[in-house]
């Protein structure tokens, strides 16, 4: 899907919105402060009052501005990149390259890299996990899967919802939203789960990703039902389906949400402050849920 999610499909839906000057299949009630023309989120930088259009950004004449300030940057602040869903495209390849490493190599590969608070592993002949000092495990095991079904509906919804999102955020902030999340769901996870229970997939980086979405969704003020729907499936998959990590998804959504809510919602004057300011919150309380369990295990 190369749009946020419930974005309309032609330039003239039943909406009745105008479509982007630059994507017209894309509907937007959003529209240049300069030229008026209207502009999607891919499309929309903002300015003192309201959103510009690239080419009234480039053009920047009259404005008083520095060159530098005329840049074209997204909603949250990022740079306008050629390509917007590059980060995402890399992460698919990431984790589609581990999992063919995890077919190839066995479970030896993943039982090394895996969430595990802390057990013996027979394979190794020791006691293994993160309460015994294996922190990396935190990021790795967002980058493994235990099936095909798994990765392949983990990979559908990064592109579905992460292309759109990161042309919406700028690949920074994508990243630094990516992996607080992830880790804030792999905290919760090692806080909450049985100590000899692995766990793996990139589910809470990416339910960090549908909260990130909604609150975007809102900023612009898009119909939120088609994310808030799917959002809904996905937690009731996730409280009744069996052997998932419930608390991977609650962790990512949650810091998914804060996290997100300061991308889009910081003042120009403090922005970059208070968007990364956010990202150290969170990733200060996965700090704290891991020591606190660390020193439950040990």
């Not at 590059?86 to 581990?98: D, E, H, Q, R, S």
């Not at 394979?123 to 922190?135: K, P």
């Not at 806080?191 to 975007?216: H, R, V």
Request: aromatic residues 8%.
């Amino acid at each position: 899907m190369d749009q946020v999610p419930g974005s309309p499909q032609d330039p003239q839906g039943a909406s009745g919105l105008p479509g982007c000057y630059r994507h017209p299949d894309r509907e937007t009630g959003i529209s240049c402060t300069r030229c008026e023309r209207p502009i999607c989120p891919e499309c929309m930088i903002s300015a003192s009052v309201g959103f510009q259009c690239p080419e009234c950004v480039r053009e920047g004449s009259g404005t008083g501005h520095a060159p530098a300030a005329n840049q074209p940057r997204t909603v949250a602040g990022g740079a306008v990149t050629a390509d917007p869903r590059l980060v995402t495209k890399i992460l698919v390849g990431m984790n589609l390259a581990l999992f063919l490493v995890q077919l190839s190599v066995g479970d030896r590969f993943t039982d090394q890299y895996d969430l595990l608070g802390r057990a013996f592993v027979p394979e190794f002949g020791s006691v293994e996990g993160v309460a015994e000092g294996q922190w990396y495990r935190l990021v790795t095991a967002t980058f493994l899967h235990g099936s095909i079904m798994h990765i392949a509906f983990n990979m559908l919804s990064l592109w579905w919802i992460g292309g759109p999102l990161e042309a919406a955020l700028g690949r920074v902030r994508y990243i630094a939203l990516y992996l607080a999340s992830g880790i804030a769901g792999s905290a919760l996870t090692y806080l909450l789960d049985e100590q000899n229970q692995p766990s793996l997939g990139a589910s809470g980086a990416i339910f960090g990703l549908f909260g990130a979405t909604a609150i975007l969704m809102r900023r612009l003020n898009y119909d939120m039902r088609p994310v808030i729907a799917l959002l809904a499936i996905n937690l009731l998959i996730t409280a009744f389906w069996p052997n998932i990590a419930w608390q991977a998804h609650v962790g990512g959504l949650v810091g998914g949400v804060i996290v997100g809510y300061a991308m889009v919602h910081a003042p120009r004057e403090r922005r970059s402050l208070i968007q990364f300011g956010s990202c150290a919150l969170v990733l200060l309380a996965a700090v704290v849920m891991v020591v606190v369990r660390t020193g439950q295990l040990t």
